[in-house]
């Protein structure tokens, strides 16, 4: 029998284009990850037994706000973008945070030596997905979706954490896919999917509010003769199904 999934959070950091449709901070995972090595994701990772201390000490001791410090976290230390930080980091600063980070020092201790505190109300809530796919590692992972903050943002890396980083649009990144030149996992693509549908980050807002959020987690439904990998057709994904023949699921 699988392990229990492993509690996860990540950010969709949005940021407006100018005459464009928004841009998406996503990061490419490294090729020696155990799941879904080399795929391009969304920012984010465990829910850490300090992030759930973090949320005791700042007086929301919630699961969801556990989640949030993590997709906070997680985003600085993949790309050195400070999402919902107040008041908002200088690069430079943001920069010496990711590299304190990467050596896992404590992310309270972090804030608390900048000065900066959490926006909660810079999250809003999108998505969770559970999937069953894999036998020896699944993952409950939370999607919270934020503005990215005023400035020229370029995503920075540390090696080892991710093979690489950018400011992509949805539909550039699906069409890279489907050209051969990215790799998306299921819970990535439909998210692209549904967030290449909005023209700005007000629009994205506004979908996750307008749709229920629920757990997730693909099932295997027959039709025709076919195998799909299907998902619920209420929560706002514009498309609910996938065939499962040749589908690459990290």
């Known amino acids: 029998m699988a392990d229990e999934a492993i509690p996860a959070a990540t950010l969709i950091l949005v940021r407006d284009s100018p005459g464009g449709r928004p841009e998406l901070l996503m990061v490419e995972r490294a090729q020696a990850m155990a799941f879904a090595a080399g795929a391009w994701v ?63 020092a404590d992310f309270a201790a972090i804030l608390d030596g900048a000065g900066l505190a959490i926006d909660w109300s810079a999250l809003t809530l999108f998505a969770r997905w559970v999937p069953e796919f894999h036998a020896v590692r699944r993952f409950d992972t939370l999607f919270y979706v934020a503005r990215c903050p005023a400035g020229d943002w370029q995503p920075q ?29 299921f819970p990535t693509r439909r998210t692209l999917e549904r967030l290449a549908r909005c023209s700005s980050f007000e629009d994205i807002r506004a979908d996750a509010l307008a749709h229920a959020v629920r757990a997730i987690t693909p099932w295997v439904e027959e039709r025709d003769g076919e195998k799909f990998i299907t998902i619920p057709d209420d929560l706002g994904f514009p498309v609910t199904a996938e065939k499962l023949d040749g589908l690459w699921r990290g």
Do not use: N
Request: aromatic share 2%; charged share 25%; proline share 5%.
């Open 157 to 185: 890396i540390i090696a080892g954490e991710c093979a690489g980083a950018a400011w992509v649009g949805a539909a550039d990144l699906l069409q890279s896919e489907r050209d051969g030149r990215a790799r998306l996992i």
């Open 42 to 104: 969304f920012p984010g990772g465990r829910i850490d037994p300090a992030d759930r201390v973090l949320a005791t000490r700042l007086g929301r001791d919630c699961a969801a706000v556990a989640a949030m410090i993590a997709a906070i976290r997680e985003t600085l230390e993949e790309t050195a973008v400070p999402a919902a930080l107040t008041p908002t980091p200088t690069a430079d600063d943001a920069r010496q945070m990711q590299a304190k980070l990467a050596t896992s």
